[in-house]
């Protein structure tokens, strides 16, 4: 009965999250913002694209993703870009402050602390990884450090 039940309780902990993380769509994320709010994804605003953007603060070429999007803000505001790492609320809230993130309603940085539920759920190994939503949440596009075509991604937010 013990083996029974210690299995059956390895089944629901590691199945729990994996329930809701369809391949193919928006993972069922969650991250302390550097307000110390609690954003989770199904707060991200419906019918609009979504840009999942895993990073970390203290990469250099995170730094400069996040440069590129904030020179193209007009064609990025159609979309929710959610910003998320695994490092500290306190490393999210010096990164917020050095890119003035907080002056765009809808850009949302976070962190997933060790949950790593995104790091996982797309097998991130480098910075900074970009995913590409339609509003229906269904995946259009992913970009992995070593290469990221800003220009694709412009494109391919265009024509959603």
């Given at each position: 009965?013990?083996?029974?039940?210690?299995?059956?309780?390895?089944?629901?902990?590691?199945?729990?999250?994996?329930?809701?993380?369809?391949?193919?769509?928006?993972?069922?994320?969650?991250?302390?913002?550097?307000?110390?709010?609690?954003?989770?994804?199904?707060?991200?605003?419906?019918?609009?694209?979504?840009?999942?953007?895993?990073?970390?603060?203290?990469?250099?070429?995170?730094?400069?993703?996040?440069?590129?999007?904030?020179?193209?803000?007009?064609?990025?505001?159609?979309?929710?870009?959610?910003m998320i790492t695994y490092l500290s609320v306190e490393s999210v809230s010096q990164f917020v402050a050095r890119n003035k993130l907080d002056k765009y309603s809808n850009i949302f940085v976070g962190t997933e602390g060790n949950y790593l539920l995104v790091k996982n759920?797309?097998?991130?190994?480098?910075?900074?990884?970009?995913?590409?939503?339609?509003?229906?949440?269904?995946?259009?596009?992913?970009?992995?450090?070593?290469?990221?075509?800003?220009?694709?991604?412009?494109?391919?937010?265009?024509?959603?």
């Amino acid at each position: 009965m013990f083996v029974f039940n210690s299995i059956f309780a390895c089944v629901i902990f590691f199945s729990g999250s994996a329930v809701y993380a369809q391949s193919g769509k928006v993972p069922p994320f969650r991250m302390m913002q550097s307000n110390n709010k609690l954003f989770v994804a199904a707060n991200l605003p419906m019918g609009k694209p979504i840009i999942i953007f895993y990073f970390s603060p203290e990469c250099d070429d995170c730094q400069k993703e996040t440069e590129k999007i904030l020179s193209h803000i007009e064609d990025f505001k159609k979309a929710s870009v959610a910003m998320i790492t695994y490092l500290s609320v306190e490393s999210v809230s010096q990164f917020v402050a050095r890119n003035k993130l907080d002056k765009y309603s809808n850009i949302f940085v976070g962190t997933e602390g060790n949950y790593l539920l995104v790091k996982n759920y797309y097998n991130i190994e480098q910075f900074p990884f970009i995913a590409l939503y339609n509003k229906n949440g269904d995946l259009i596009k992913k970009y992995s450090s070593t290469e990221i075509n800003f220009n694709d991604l412009l494109v391919r937010l265009k024509k959603l």
